[in-house]
């Protein structure tokens, strides 16, 4: 009796388990244009970015080459959508310091890697795309997230083209499911042993990596890096969630990768096959 006992138990927080992790399927007209797309990643820009990333130049080549895009938006000082990856410039422009803590103005008069390309607003990016490209757009972490979530939603409203959302912030996703239910939102994630080496506590690793909060943020897509995948990606698949990839370089298993992911996110190399028109 007592194993019959401890069997049910067993069986009673497996169940309760899937229900934490089980992400929600993909509807099928919004999540169609995403299915078998290459999307550059931050744009079709140049490895030693005389092309920078998430520049004008880098979204206005991938609409010409037909490839689908993914980008980054965040908030300036002054409350301004950019896109941007780095909560710092320090790396793609000489000055130092958060992006928020910069107005507009003062981040477009900085040069990107030294070339002509400045820091774009996110209309004028999805104004060169002009719904050419389906576009993954990612919303980076911050406490401000309800302001970015707003403005973001607000501009994609006003814009033709497929588009779908994305964030590694539960929070973010969380948001969409709430206030705009009719978008294909998805959770950016990573294995377990890079969440320990990022030096997240263990408790937000196993979070994470697991996305034990899907119950909560009911993510349409699982966009996952590199390592062990995590068992809501297979159990999503079985019901109809997307998977999408990042990032794909030009030395990675792409027969692979194809097999395993709906979506890919590539860089460094032009992909053979364009699912788009």
Same mark, same amino acid.
């Given at each position: 009796m007592g194993w019959l006992i401890a069997a049910c138990i067993i069986v009673f927080l497996l169940i309760c388990y899937c229900f934490l992790i089980l992400p929600r399927p993909a509807k099928k007209a919004p999540?169609?244009?995403?299915?078998?797309?290459? &999307?550059?990643?931050? !744009? #079709?820009?140049?490895?030693?970015?005389?092309? &920078?990333?998430?520049? #004008?130049?880098? *979204?206005? =080549? &991938?609409? %010409?080459?037909?490839? @689908?895009?993914? #980008?980054?938006?965040?908030?300036?000082?002054?409350?301004?959508?950019?896109? *941007?990856?780095?909560? %710092?410039?320090? =790396?793609?422009?000489?000055?130092? @310091?958060?992006?928020?803590?910069? %107005? +507009?103005?003062? +981040?477009?008069?900085?040069?990107?890697?030294?070339t002509e390309h400045r820091i774009p607003l996110f209309t004028d990016v999805m104004a060169v795309l002009d719904g050419k490209s389906p576009t993954i757009v990612e919303l980076k972490s911050t406490e401000n997230y309800p302001e970015l979530c707003e403005k973001t939603l607000a501009i994609?409203?006003? +814009?033709?083209?497929?588009?779908?959302?994305?964030?590694?912030?539960? =929070?973010?996703?969380?948001?969409?499911?709430?206030? &705009?239910?009719?978008?294909?939102r998805g959770q950016l994630t990573e294995s377990f042993s890079h969440w320990r080496e990022a030096g997240l506590p263990l408790w937000r690793c196993?979070?994470?990596? %697991? #996305?034990?909060?899907?119950? +909560?943020?009911?993510?349409?897509?699982?966009?996952?890096? =590199?390592?062990?995948?995590?068992?809501?990606? *297979?159990? !999503?698949?079985?019901?109809g969630t997307m998977r999408v990839f990042w990032t794909e370089r030009p030395d990675a298993d792409h027969a692979l990768l194809q097999k395993r992911y709906d979506c890919r996110i590539f860089e460094h190399y032009r992909p053979e096959k364009r699912y788009h028109k």
């Open positions: 999540s169609a244009p995403f299915k078998g797309l290459m &999307a550059a990643h931050r !744009g #079709l820009y140049e490895k030693d970015q005389s092309v &920078a990333e998430n520049s #004008l130049e880098a *979204f206005r =080549r &991938a609409a %010409t080459e037909g490839y @689908g895009v993914e #980008l980054d938006v965040q908030l300036t000082k002054d409350g301004a959508v950019v896109v *941007f990856h780095d909560d %710092t410039v320090d =790396r793609m422009t000489a000055e130092k @310091g958060r992006v928020d803590s910069f %107005t +507009l103005s003062e +981040l477009q008069a900085m040069p990107l890697m030294g994609l409203r006003t +814009l033709k083209g497929p588009y779908c959302v994305e964030s590694f912030d539960p =929070r973010i996703v969380r948001w969409f499911y709430k206030n &705009a239910p009719d978008l294909v196993i979070m994470m990596h %697991t #996305l034990c909060i899907n119950f +909560l943020t009911h993510p349409q897509f699982i966009a996952f890096g =590199r390592g062990h995948r995590p068992l809501c990606m *297979f159990l !999503g698949h079985a019901i």
